[in-house]
């Protein structure tokens, strides 16, 4: 089944502890994207990848890092210096081109 | 001015309404454009392109006028499964940045 597969699609964590957000396509999609949403509230972007070891910080990386070691996976952590972590997290990947993002079905993050 | 600014809403019509959304971009140098539609707390999907010519979907016809950067979405005969979150989406092109705008709400009520 293609797609993008989000992992785990809740997670809950103590304050002060970091997290990686797990996020895999077999799309063979260049382009892989993280996002955050709040209550609410639209999509902000936070890291992108345009292609395999090469990411660009979006509007509200501060907190968080990313990797891209390899074209399928693209994973997000969440640092301890990310002061409101708690929210729902959407990955992406698109074509390079000019075509849509397709999504995972996101993780919700809770940090008590 | 932020990249993407959209309609705030949220929209409340009757079954069989016709309701528009816009949205607005800042950079110029913009590429493409989507509509996506997002039910409560499920991922965002892809409702439709928009291209330069406008096109059209049924009851949605989704309009792009890049001298005043702007896009727009037209719902016709508005359905109660119409109901969700409608968010513009810009891609910068160059780059591949994608940028949502805050998504305008739309309840459809009997």
């Known amino acids: 089944d293609g797609g993008i597969t989000q992992s785990p699609k809740y997670l809950f964590r103590k304050e002060g502890q970091n997290v990686t957000l797990s996020c895999e396509q077999n799309l063979n999609h260049d382009a892989m994207y993280w996002y955050r949403q709040d209550p609410g509230q639209g999509l902000r972007l936070i890291y992108y990848?345009?292609?395999?070891?090469?990411?660009q910080k979006g509007d509200i990386a501060e907190g968080y890092s990313v990797s891209r070691e390899k074209k399928e996976s693209f994973p997000l952590t969440v640092t301890s210096a990310q002061k409101n972590p708690t929210a729902f997290y959407l990955c992406a990947a698109a074509d390079r081109g000019n075509t849509e993002a397709f999504f995972g079905q996101g993780t919700r993050l809770t940090v008590v | 001015r932020k990249e993407v600014e959209q309609d705030p809403g949220p929209f409340n019509v009757p079954e069989g309404a016709t309701v528009a959304f816009n949205c607005t971009y800042s950079?110029?140098?913009?590429?493409?454009f989507f509509w996506y539609r997002q039910d409560c707390r499920k991922e965002p999907k892809l409702l439709m392109s928009?291209?330069?010519s406008g096109n059209e979907d049924g009851r949605f016809t989704a309009q792009l006028n890049r001298a005043s950067q702007y896009i727009s979405l037209l719902i016709r005969d508005s359905k109660l499964s119409d109901s969700a979150t409608y968010l513009c989406?810009?891609?910068?092109?160059?780059?591949?940045?994608?940028?949502f705008g805050k998504g305008t709400l739309l309840t459809v009520n009997p």
């Open positions: 989406v810009v891609n910068s092109g160059s780059n591949y940045k994608l940028t």
């Open positions: 928009v291209y330069s």
């Open positions: 990848s345009q292609i395999v070891n090469d990411f």
């Open positions: 950079n110029s140098a913009s590429q493409s």
